[in-house]
């Protein structure tokens, strides 16, 4: 019997367990493995029943995704499947953990299914862009309606025991620790009965014409929703055939349209992502090992982001110590964050005993001498150097030794700030995204003296608040903003030059981006920048003057103040183009001598993306990003570039570096600017060393 599969016989139960850590997914071995067991079950006539289960910490939880891209192998999964329910011995999925994709699929192709109260169920494939392929978009309608089956297909959600227990997904929900013994006796039990063994496949699908009226409603909604993604749509278009067509040739179109799915861009892309976001974890050289464990935080700031900062700590069961200087600013964040849990609870999103420990959990202070004892203690005052160090040194002289001290600066130079304390090794940069309690992106910023204790502590942290953390350098706007940053002259540039505002925006989004550039800068307050520009202006430094910097002049603060690049209505955010806007850039290029010209789409695009990917070379040449997936997943997760489309730096190798090499030279000659100098690295990835 293959490793990862055993099987055994307890009195008449036949037991396939199936032990594949991290998460049971289904390999070829495992897939070949159940296979095995299953024959090695109905040959036996001492058997009468058969149980599916999973040791460790949960039931399958699909493919494997990292066989993905390898050439297939037989068995596949679907032959799986139609052997568990084809057994004329009664099988019996036993589920906890997580029972995901394929893993769902198997359950649902066996008899019966029997959870414990811990188990979620999901079909995560469009996550990935592909659809189930082994029957889950027919059986799943079958047992549990279109409806909800579209949710967890189409929308990836996932629903836990109890609702599966409530609308028949499973037959049994039973205590966390009495699974299997449970679940031995069901498989018993139901083997003693005299009817046939229920197939979902022979289901009839549940109230059919308001699923065709669903369904059609869905499409308009998904279309809408899934912006260049193909597989939510595909797998409505799966289901579709599951009223359609009988269960066989159902499977047959779904089958087709899983391997097409298979082969797209969309399913490399996302597949990239997911694996990124899990290798950006492993830094080679850190020693996880001995990272300490962090049981207290104090945040420093009652402003937007240190709320968020203490409602993720809050959040993970941390407790939280909040500080300000001036009691009203303290009591308000006080105030916020409580009724931040009082929303959750009245939106069922949390229940009031968990809500009240929560709040329990946090204290608040307004002397510098209650955060001797704490942990960590994560600054997060205005963004203002002069402010930053006077805390620090204050840290430094009431925090106990060995405290991990963190900045959530988002520009400022992490080791100046270190350099106030005495112990710049426990100083590290932890660069939350707002809203703190929502993004999952955490830069985790080494300063040039921060310890590989610091580094590491920091990382298992970003762990546990659940968020993706990514080790990176110190320097100006880190990995994330230092990339945004390149961006917004060429988008300034290019609109000075003939495009609009609205034009720029619209090629981003239909890239892929949530949000363009200026809709972006309207949202985070024109202000801010302005201030960097003005305050680098001050110390001498050539900041060319813009027509951005024209537009604060005359008061238009982005979305704070209804008017920005864009207007916007009373108590809405959507961004309406401005004449007003349009004759403050005319009288722009009317003072700069520019007469405006046509300028396409496709310029567009080239030179706000390339000059992120020329921008992203130098920051690994640099060493301020390790790798280039530690790039994709920040700007995957931070800053919404499309995941499908793999990440940044997935899609500059996609586009070809050689193409977009000499683009970058092109627009070189023809700007001159700084930002368009070849990194040496896409120099050296196109030429060789
Ligand atoms: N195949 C292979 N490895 C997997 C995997 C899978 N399906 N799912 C997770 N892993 C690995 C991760 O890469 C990670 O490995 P690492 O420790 O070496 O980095 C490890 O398991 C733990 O994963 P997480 O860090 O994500 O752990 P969590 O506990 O936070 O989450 C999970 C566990 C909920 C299972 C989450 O990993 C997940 O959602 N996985 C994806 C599940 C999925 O998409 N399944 C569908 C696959 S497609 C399919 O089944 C097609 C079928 O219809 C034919």
Known sequence: MDSEVFYERKGSLGIIRINNPPVNALSQSVRRGILKGLDQALADVEVSSIGICCEGKTFIAGADIKEFGKPPEAPFLPEVTDAIEASRKPVVAMIHGTALGGGLEIALASHYRIASRDSKFGMP????????????????????????????????????????????????????????????????????????????????????????????????????????????????????????????EGCAEERKIFLEMKDSKEHQGLTHAFLAEREAFRVSGLDYGKAKTIRSVAVIGAGTMGRGIAISFLDAGIPVRLFEIKSSALENGVEVICSHYDRMVSKGRLDVTEASKRKQQLSSTLEYTDLSDVDLVIEA???????????????????????????????????????????????????????????????????????????????????????????????????????????????????????????????????????????????????????????????????????LDELVEKGRLGQKSGEGVYRYEEGSRTPIEDNQVDQIIDDYRSAQGITPRVVTDSEILERCLYVMVNEAFKILDEGIAGREIDIDVVWNSGYGFPSYRGGLMFWAREMGLDRIFERVQAYCELDGGEQWKPAQGLEREVFGS
Not at 160 to 170: S, T, W, Y
Not at 432 to 447: D, H, K, T
Not at 463 to 469: I, N, W
């Open 125 to 248: 494939e469009v996550n990935l862009g592909l659809i189930p392929g082994a029957g889950g978009t027919q059986r799943l309608p079958r047992l549990i309606g279109v409806p909800l089956a579209t949710n967890m297909i189409a929308r990836s959600e996932k629903i836990d025991a109890v609702k599966a227990l409530e609308v028949g997904l499973v037959d049994e929900v039973v205590d966390n620790d009495s699974l299997f013994a449970k679940g031995y006796d069901f498989a018993r039990e139901v083997a003693t009965k005299e009817h046939a063994h229920p197939l979902v496949s022979n289901r009839p699908i549940p109230d059919r014409e308001s699923a065709h009226r669903w369904l059609a409603n869905e499409e308009g909604d998904l279309e809408r929703r899934s912006k260049g993604r193909k597989s939510p749509l595909r797998s409505l278009q799966a289901i579709r055939s599951s009223l359609d067509l009988p269960f066989d």
């Open 381 to 547: 005052a205005i963004e203002n150097m002069e402010i930053k160090c006077s805390i620090f040194k204050e840290l430094d002289r009431v925090c106990r030794l060995g405290t991990m001290l963190a900045t959530n600066t988002s520009t400022l130079d992490l080791d100046q700030i270190a350099g106030a304390t005495s112990r710049p090794e426990d100083v590290v940069g932890l660069h939350f995204f707002s809203p703190a309690n929502i993004m999952r992106l955490l830069e985790v910023v080494s300063g040039k003296e921060t310890s590989d204790v610091t580094k590491a502590t920091a990382m298992t942290l970003a762990k546990r608040l659940r968020k993706v953390g990514v080790l990176v350098g110190n320097c100006y706007g880190f990995v994330g903003n230092r990339i945004l940053y390149s961006r917004l002259p060429e988008a300034l540039c290019l609109v000075a030059q003939g495009a609009t505002p609205a034009q720029v925006d619209r090629v981003l989004t239909d890239f892929g981006f949530p949000m363009g550039q200026f809709a972006m800068s309207d949202l985070a307050g024109l202000d801010i920048g302005y201030n960097a520009r003005e305050g680098r202006r001050k110390t001498g430094e050539h900041v060319p003057r813009t027509w």
